[in-house]
């Protein structure tokens, strides 16, 4: 026991090593909702619908080839605009990522005609005019201020912090400008490093872009002393912090990258090796005790056991295959069903305390779920929706339960089983997600969601936790 003690000691340390390493050289949030505005403008009916799914899908295309896109529908009625952007320090895949969590929460503002969510990698919008030179927007830009932390809250320090806020600002406005609509930059000074990103949308030329990060960068440098700021304007991106959340250059997060897999790999190896050992040291121990077990069972006159074998033998028929429960004879409970008496499997303890026609329902579901042909088993959502829907029928178990398969003769009981279940119940949960398919799949599915905080007749800005 004190070896085994000690091999685990020695793993759990390991495997606590390795998240602390390998985990930072893995992942960054790059996809975190940072704010949905969401027009004030509705629709009437779901005309404009299929227009707004079809630009959707083509923006969805090109930010899988390039990482940005734009497209418009004009005809037929009603004009739709789009657009899609990630920040350039995103790889590919993390791009896709980003946009596809921005499409799933855009639906949020239907039927508002016109919506522009901003994540933490990249930004979506649609509307209902061309708004791909739009620079800035007073009735929508928007900044979002942290708090001060650690020797931030030290007004003496205050002053310094401002101006290193400044400096590093304008350095990434710089830098944008000459790259061309991108940019990164830090300042040190002090105690302090603050880490700045700024991010023109492409559709801006030199001009606007230049207007955008400017205005941004104007109202940005008044959230010091907070430890973070972003700048949301409608042509452009700007975030500081004094913890570093951007990408590297191609250069070193190709270095970075692969000092994390060689970390990773390094450690698993060592892993394996220490968990094999320790698995083998485990597995042969319980072997022994096993057989240790099965001797005793066999041979020993002071067993602990209620029943001797001799008793269990006779008990079982010499172990027979029909007193097996839930083999053979199909077990207790498909014997009470077949027998329209299958109440009778429930605790006589409770008797007058449930539902009779709950308790046929439950077991009945049960012995659906059991069946041993997967093709005749129930989905999780029918098992939920046969619960909680009164009107929801249930069918008929075709088969005994963990009964060996191949031994049936194949025939149409389990499709048409299924879409009984299917065509009683489903009806409810297309109700559920028709809202959420919008911008997702058929536009047909549409229906209008009721008035709520998030849709009212003024912009809504809102502002959810972010990392």
């Known amino acids: 026991m004190q070896l085994s003690f000690t091999f685990s000691q020695n793993l759990t340390g390991l495997l606590v090593m390795f998240i602390l390493i ?55 009625f009603h004009k739709i605009y789009g657009f899609a952007q990630c920040h350039d320090d995103l790889s590919s895949l993390d791009c896709k990522i980003c946009f596809c969590k921005g499409r799933d929460k855009l639906p949020r503002c239907l039927p ?6 901003y ?23 928007a900044v979002i201020c942290g708090e001060p932390k650690h020797a931030l809250t030290d007004s003496i320090l205050h002053m310094k912090f401002k101006q290193l806020i400044a400096a590093v600002i304008h350095n990434v406005t710089a830098m944008a400008l000459g790259n061309g609509t991108f940019a990164t930059a830090e300042a040190k000074g002090g105690y302090f490093s603050v880490y700045a990103l700024a991010q023109c949308w492409n559709t801006l030329d030199r001009d606007e872009c230049r207007k955008c990060l400017v205005n941004a960068g104007s109202k940005l440098s008044q959230c010091a002393p907070g430890s973070e700021g972003r700048a949301l304007f409608t042509g452009c991106y700007m975030k500081y912090s004094t913890e570093i959340f951007f990408k590297k250059s191609v250069e070193s997060e190709a270095l970075y990258d692969n000092t994390g897999i060689i970390v990773a790999v390094t450690l698993s190896t060592v892993a394996f090796v220490v968990l094999a050992s320790f698995g083998a040291f485990i ?49 207790s409970v498909w014997k009470h069903y077949k027998a329209s008496k299958i109440t009778d499997m429930v605790d006589p303890g409770l008797k007058g305390m449930f ?3 709950q308790a046929e329902k439950v077991l009945q579901i049960g012995l659906l779920c059991t069946q041993a042909s997967s093709r005749l088993r129930p989905s999780m959502n029918e098992v ?16 005994p339960p963990f009964l060996n398969a191949s031994v049936l003769s194949p025939d149409s009981s389990a499709d048409s089983c299924i879409t009984e279940v299917s065509l009683t119940c489903n009806s409810v949960l297309n109700q559920q997600t028709a809202s959420q398919e919008v911008l997702l799949g058929d536009p047909s599915k549409f229906t209008h969601p009721t008035d709520s905080p998030r849709s009212r007749n003024s912009p809504i800005l809102e502002q959810p936790e972010t990392t």
């Open 22 to 76: 390998v985990l930072p050289f893995s992942f960054a949030d790059r996809k975190s909702e940072i704010s949905l505005l969401c027009g004030s403008s509705k629709h009437i009916d779901n005309s404009y619908v299929p227009n707004i799914v079809k630009v959707m899908d083509s923006l969805q295309k090109q930010v899988g080839s390039r990482n940005w896109g734009s497209d418009s529908i004009t005809s037929p």
């Open 112 to 117: 508002a005609t016109s919506a522009r969510i």
């Open 119 to 141: 994540l933490s990698g990249c930004f979506i919008r649609y509307d209902k005019y061309n708004f791909f030179h739009e620079a800035i927007d007073p009735m929508n830009d």
């Open 283 to 331: 597995g042969y121990e319980r072997l022994s005790n096993r057989k240790g077990d099965k001797t005793n069972l066999l041979l020993s006159p002071n067993s602990s056991l209620s029943f001797t074998y001799e008793v269990l033998e006779k008990a079982t028929e010499y172990f027979d295959e029909s007193r097996k429960l839930g083999q053979g004879g199909a077990g």
């Open 355 to 357: 539902s009779q026609k």
């Open 384 to 399: 939920v929706q046969m619960l909680i829907d009164a009107q929801c029928e249930i069918p008929s178990p075709k088969q």
